[in-house]
């Protein structure tokens, strides 16, 4: 009992180091913004005259508007693509078991080890020799073959551990393969799929290093490219910076935050099923 409630104790107090481990930086970006534009401040004080207007400053000077709606047509280009190749991908290799599926599997796998920083100079010149510089293609082409591995990855981990009697049932009452995958494989999916999305759309939302190199029009990056419009010749103005940092952060903690129970259920999914 004594030993019990120690292990209970120990584990609250590494949970409230955690928060406070995760919340400072916030903390600090979140105060840092309410100072002055052009200061620089240091450490985390709470400035003797709030200028909340830097947020909206931050937003006209980034221009991010129109940043809003390059981001969600990337965004567009990029998810539903990505989901659809995944999805069916990974039923194929959790449930189809082709020949030399091991392989195939084993190949994809490998992609997961591959940085973006290793590629992008060969990716810049593909991209210049297909004319797709300076276009958001140049951004949503390399982000669905990027996340391809690990749609696939995440996907197969479900189709894998469905059970066969399910997929037998199906051939049984007529089923072929495609209305076995659309009618019964894709519905009990959606946990998986939903969780997927989620991930998908905050690692595009948050892409800078490749909207960077392969988009010099700072109105057709990401939402994180318009970081670089509170860089001067002179310096960088931190309060704007970090108000800016926490606009383009808003919309992913709202979408977490409200879709956070689909990806509990999937990962408490998986984990049940081990």
Same mark, same amino acid.
């Given at each position: 009992?004594?030993?019990?409630?120690?292990?209970s104790?120990?584990?609250?107090?590494?949970?409230?180091?955690?928060?406070?481990?995760?919340? &400072?930086?916030?903390?600090?970006?979140?105060?840092?913004?309410?100072?002055?534009?052009?200061?620089y401040?240091t450490?985390i004080?709470?400035?003797?005259r709030?200028?909340?207007g830097?947020?909206?400053?931050?937003? /006209?000077?980034?221009?991010?508007?129109r940043?809003?709606?390059?981001?969600?047509?990337?965004?567009?280009? $990029?998810?539903?693509?990505?989901?659809?190749?995944?999805?069916? @991908?990974?039923?194929?290799?959790?449930? &189809?078991?082709? /020949?030399?599926?091991?392989?195939?599997?084993?190949?994809?796998?490998?992609?997961?080890?591959?940085?973006?920083?290793?590629?992008?100079?060969?990716?810049y010149?593909?991209?210049?020799?297909?004319?797709?510089?300076?276009?958001?293609?140049?951004?949503?082409?390399?982000?669905?073959?990027?996340?391809?591995?690990?749609?696939?990855?995440?996907? /197969?981990?479900h189709?894998?551990?469905?059970?066969?009697?399910? &997929?037998?049932? @199906?051939?049984?009452?007529?089923?072929?393969?495609?209305?076995?995958?659309?009618?019964?494989? $894709?519905?009990?999916?959606?946990?998986?799929?939903?969780?997927?999305?989620?991930?998908?759309?905050?690692?595009?939302?948050?892409?800078?290093?490749?909207?960077? &190199?392969? $988009?010099?029009?700072?109105?057709?990056?990401?939402?994180?490219?318009?970081?670089?419009?509170?860089?001067?010749?002179?310096?960088?103005?931190?309060?704007?910076?970090?108000a800016?940092? #926490?606009?383009?952060?808003?919309?992913?903690?709202?979408v977490?935050?409200?879709?956070?129970? /689909?990806?509990?259920? @999937?990962? #408490?999914?998986?984990?049940?099923k081990?």
């Amino acid at each position: 009992m004594i030993l019990g409630r120690r292990e209970s104790l120990t584990g609250r107090v590494l949970l409230i180091i955690l928060m406070v481990v995760t919340l &400072v930086p916030f903390v600090s970006l979140f105060v840092t913004a309410l100072h002055e534009s052009g200061t620089y401040p240091t450490g985390i004080s709470w400035p003797a005259r709030p200028h909340w207007g830097n947020f909206v400053e931050a937003f /006209r000077a980034a221009d991010m508007g129109r940043l809003l709606a390059s981001s969600l047509l990337i965004e567009l280009g $990029v998810v539903p693509v990505s989901l659809a190749i995944g999805t069916m @991908a990974g039923f194929a290799f959790g449930q &189809v078991r082709m /020949r030399g599926y091991q392989f195939a599997y084993f190949a994809f796998v490998l992609g997961l080890t591959l940085p973006y920083e290793a590629i992008l100079y060969p990716l810049y010149y593909q991209m210049r020799s297909l004319g797709l510089l300076n276009t958001r293609w140049a951004i949503i082409l390399p982000l669905i073959a990027l996340f391809m591995p690990f749609s696939i990855f995440w996907m /197969r981990a479900h189709f894998v551990n469905v059970p066969r009697d399910i &997929v037998e049932a @199906a051939r049984i009452d007529g089923a072929n393969m495609w209305q076995s995958f659309w009618r019964v494989q $894709v519905p009990l999916a959606m946990p998986a799929i939903s969780s997927l999305a989620i991930l998908l759309f905050l690692w595009t939302w948050n892409q800078f290093l490749l909207a960077i &190199v392969l $988009v010099d029009d700072p109105l057709k990056r990401t939402m994180a490219g318009a970081l670089g419009a509170f860089q001067g010749h002179y310096g960088t103005d931190i309060p704007l910076l970090c108000a800016g940092s #926490l606009l383009i952060l808003t919309p992913t903690l709202v979408v977490y935050l409200i879709f956070h129970r /689909r990806f509990s259920t @999937a990962l #408490l999914q998986g984990a049940v099923k081990g």
